[in-house]
């Protein structure tokens, strides 16, 4: 199996596990929490399918990559996504991250800027800060993700069943958008990840990106369902597209956050439109 090392913890080298399938230009997706680039299957064919090489990764933690008890923090993250696309010779990237993905995607492009990058997609996104503070009073109260952690701890087993719940808003969409034998595997993919991911990954949620927002200087569109109950709309995409010069909002109406399952279709048309798009001079 495709591994990329990008550091070590004590006598163990931590190795991302990617695939890496088709040819041409490349479009690089980046999974949300707690899942590895598989999450991506339905996109990854589409892509494929249209003539474009389609590369997804498992985060450290998570799906098939090394397990590590460091690292989860967005500039982390960000570094060993800059580590595959420099071991990769990726260039003229489309960079697409769903969920916790679109952080790196954020930072990377904070903090690395766009010389491979063509352009970006953020799909159920984090950014701008989802935190609530003095400055950021659009933002999500600390109490809940204290209350997410104490879950974790007392049994990370039901919590991913209670985060798939509001994942798919299974009270509406249960047997329609998805299926039972769905949400089963996605609870299987999740409790691969590690102990300490599962944990760790929350209070890297709270990063606040407002300082990396100015220098995203590529096309970025953003993808979100206004019935998001993980990333709720109002805090995340609906500020979003205020804060990024040139950026375009899809609105999927009544569409929980796990969108690039249960609006597939919708996800894949937009993204390959946008793949399409001319990129204006000097964008």
Known sequence: MPYISVGVENSASIDIYYEDH???QPV???????????????????????????????????????????????DTFAADLDQIMNTL????VTLVGHSMGTGEVTRYLGAYGSARVNRAVVVSPIPPFLLKTADNPEGVDQSLFDGFMDQIRKDRYVWYTQFLQNFFNLDVNAGKL??????????????????TATLAAVPAWLTDFRDDLPRIDVPLLIIQGDAD???????????????VNGSKLVVLKD?????????????????????KERVPVGA
Not at 178 to 184: H, I, K, W
Not at 232 to 242: E, I, N
């Open 22 to 24: 088709g040819a041409g």
């Open 28 to 74: 690089l997706l980046i999974p949300g929490y707690p899942f590895g680039g598989t999450a991506w299957e339905k996109q990854v064919q589409a892509l494929v399918d249209a003539g474009y090489r389609a590369i997804t990764y498992d985060r450290r933690g998570f799906g098939k990559s090394s397990q590590p008890t460091m690292g989860y923090d967005y």
């Open 89 to 92: 010779d990726l260039r003229n």
């Open 178 to 195: 998805v299926s039972d034998d769905a949400v089963r595997a996605n609870w299987s993919m999740a409790i691969s990840s590690s102990p």
């Open 229 to 243: 109950r993980v990333l709720p709309f109002p805090s995340t995409g609906k500020r979003l597209v205020g804060m």
């Open 255 to 275: 569409a929980p956050h796990g969108i690039p399952w249960t609006h597939a279709e919708d996800v894949t048309r937009e993204l390959l439109n946008f793949i």
